[in-house]
């Protein structure tokens, strides 16, 4: 929903001559129905951002209609394991290193498995720009049940090294993220 991202996209596209149609839309809202082979959320897409639980599952129920019979459904998410044995506090510390956000008063509340932080970011333009998140951890029970609910078949749940995914990588509770392939 980032002007700034679709223009950059763009831009992007245009550098290496290609015609994509980038669509500015709520995932939350059906847009699509029956139309797509494959559905891709990378990088939280939006599914775990949203304050609720059902906004997530609305999310996933979109993308899910938008799927042609067989289709299939890729997308990253939180690994509701890796709370339990680190600190995620310490981990985004780490990340302000590697991404150039800041993370601060970070909470995590166990019985939500929500994570409440301050994130800075230098936009673009050079703008610093202050998000007040709330991110959903899930653990891969959740995730089987919320897409079985959904009518997939095939559910796949694989580590994922942020920015490298790999159907090689069995999840564990070092990965940040968990990778999912999700076929109806």
């Known amino acids: 929903m980032s002007e700034s991202q679709l223009k950059c996209a763009n831009e992007k596209a245009a550098a290496q001559s290609l015609k994509i149609d980038f669509q500015k839309h709520d995932a939350r ?9 494959l559905v891709i959320m990378l990088c939280e897409g939006g599914f775990p ?27 990253t998410t939180l690994n509701g394991l890796f709370p339990l044995f680190h600190s995620v506090k310490d981990f985004l510390a780490e990340e302000t290193i590697s991404n150039g956000a800041t993370y601060k008063d970070n909470t995590f509340n166990l019985m939500t498995f929500r ?18 998140c709330n991110e959903r951890y899930y653990v891969p029970s959740e995730i089987t049940w ?22 090689s990588d069995i999840l564990t509770t ?3 993220e968990m990778l999912v392939i999700a076929e109806k």
Request: glycine share 6%; proline share 3%.
């Open 29 to 37: 809202i059906p847009h699509f129905s029956n139309l797509f082979d």
């Open 49 to 75: 951002l949203m304050e609720t639980d059902e906004m997530n599952f609305q999310i996933l129920q979109n993308a899910a209609n938008a799927l042609k019979p067989k289709g299939t459904l890729i997308f």
């Open 115 to 132: 994570d409440h932080n301050i994130t800075e970011v230098i936009d673009d333009s050079g703008n610093k720009k202050s998000l007040n």
């Open 146 to 167: 919320l897409l079985k609910s959904l009518n997939f078949k095939t559910i796949d749940i694989l580590g994922a090294k942020i920015g490298a995914f790999s159907r």
């Open 174 to 176: 070092e990965d940040f």
